[in-house]
């Protein structure tokens, strides 16, 4: 059965979805754990415990993707 859940879909232009993948989970600490589906990186709401996170990945999202 599946629970009804919230993700951003990330599609990287310009590296890989599993570089993108690697540097969220080892390059942050806390590591930012997200799945590959579809041709594109999901980041699920659940993994989330308060906005402060929320704001980690964010973050971490722009630092890597920002270049």
Request: a negative charge.
């Amino acid at each position: 059965a599946e629970i009804p859940t919230v993700v951003v879909a990330i599609t990287p232009k310009w590296m890989s979805l599993g570089e993108l993948e690697s540097q969220l989970r080892l390059g942050a600490d806390p590591a930012i754990i997200a799945r590959v589906k579809e041709g594109r990186l999901l980041i699920d709401s659940r993994t989330l415990l308060s906005a402060a996170e929320g704001d980690i990945v964010v973050s971490r999202l722009t630092e890597i993707l920002g270049r």
